[in-house]
């Protein structure tokens, strides 16, 4: 039940995402809606390491080694998010930095300005 | 108007799509066998007790040394575009922006009491990867967080770029030295038990673990402030 929601808030993250990525001109806009994608798709990866009541991954006082493979939840999507955020954040700052560029270059932020590469 | 109308059939294709796999959602009941290998695995073998910091530094260190590479070229690669020649650089921007606005006295006073204890978080999150939750990376991103503040409290406030860049150089080699050692002195590359794993659930437990945190998280952190910095016109 639980993962279901969360699933369904990812999805619709994404959707949302690429609905502006679509509908927006603006390349601020745009890296926005990118960023939405990418939070979206972690949440998803979350969602689905999701197990029925079960907890975090992190044996304590509450979680013995002995129980922990029948309550913990699945620790591989956790760990490839973790890795995945800071890349993410490493994505937006590329894009970012070519956004500077693009305005030192043109002086505006409009993506039809941009028009040289366009097939 | 036909672009529009091609935009909303995406949106509702991908959104149909969408709806099929969340009906057809089944919540797990029980752990796929990895992470259940995992879960059993690095509390016994690797003695760290936050599973996901076992993975990320001992079975799947490889990867995590890979990701360090892919921050270092992001750092790079942020320089390269937004470098260029510097007084070509300042002179285009300096007549259409303005000079950037002092920070009020409540950004500038807050920064004073929150940047320090930005700091002690920072180093309690890596330092106690191993035990609860946390690590290198989310550490490693609250640290690039107070130079963030310090950026927004005082514009003109400059880092000593020579210093991040050699204690990053630092701490990557020695990531790498601590992960041969794990070849010569243990079963492979950065194998955790080049260290005595101590006992379970103490500071001072699971091997290399703690020490590839901090390395880590001192390049993380380093890293991601490298990148700030360098978007400062």
New interface residues.
């Given amino acids: 039940m639980i993962s279901t929601v969360v699933l369904v808030t990812g999805l619709t993250l994404i959707l949302i995402g690429i609905w502006g990525m679509l509908t927006h001109r603006n390349i601020l806009r745009i890296i926005i809606a990118f960023s939405l994608i990418g939070t979206g798709t972690h949440i998803l990866i979350v969602a689905i390491g999701y197990v029925a009541s079960g907890t975090a991954p992190i044996i304590d006082r509450s979680l013995s080694i002995a129980k922990a493979p029948m309550r913990a939840v699945d620790p591989v999507p956790s760990a490839l998010v973790v890795t995945a955020i800071v890349i993410g954040l490493a994505v937006t700052a590329i894009m970012l930095a070519f956004a500077i560029r693009l305005y030192q270059a043109k002086k505006t932020l409009s993506i039809d300005a941009f028009t040289e590469s366009r097939w | 108007m036909i672009r529009r109308a091609l ?1 909303v059939l ?2 509702a294709l ?2 149909f799509m ?1 709806a099929g ?2 009906v057809h ?1 089944v ?6 066998p ?3 290998r ?3 695995l ?3 073998e690797r003695g760290a ?4 910091t076992g ?2 530094l001992t079975y ?1 260190a490889f ?2 040394l890979g ?1 360090l590479a ?2 270092f070229m ?1 750092a790079a ?2 320089g390269m ?2 470098g260029g020649r510097e007084g070509d650089h300042a002179n ?2 300096s007549d ?1 922006t303005p000079p950037p606005r002092q920070a009020s006295e409540i950004v500038g006073t807050g920064a004073q009491i929150l940047v320090p204890l930005i700091a002690i978080f920072a180093v309690y999150i890596i330092a106690n990867g191993h035990l ?2 946390g ?1 290198g ?2 550490g ?2 609250v640290v690039a967080s107070s130079a963030v503040l310090l950026l927004l409290a005082n514009p003109k406030q400059r880092f000593d770029q020579q210093m991040l860049a050699s204690t990053e150089a630092m701490a990557g080699v020695l990531f790498v030295l601590v992960g041969v050692a794990g070849l010569i002195f243990a079963n492979g590359f950065l194998d955790n038990r080049v260290l005595p794993l101590g006992q379970f ?1 103490t500071f001072f437990s699971a091997g290399a673990i703690p020490l590839l945190s901090v390395l880590l998280g001192a390049k ?1 952190g380093c890293e ?1 402030s490298v ?1 700030i910095d ?2 400062r016109t």
């Fill in positions: 935009i995406a949106v991908f959104g969408f796999l969340s959602h919540e797990r009941q029980s752990l796929p990895l992470g259940k995992y879960v059993e690095v509390p016994q007790p936050n599973v996901i993975i990320l799947r990867d995590t990701e892919v921050l992001v690669g942020v575009v937004l285009r921007l259409a609860s939750a690590g990376f989310q490693g991103a659930g993380v991601l990148i360098r978007f």
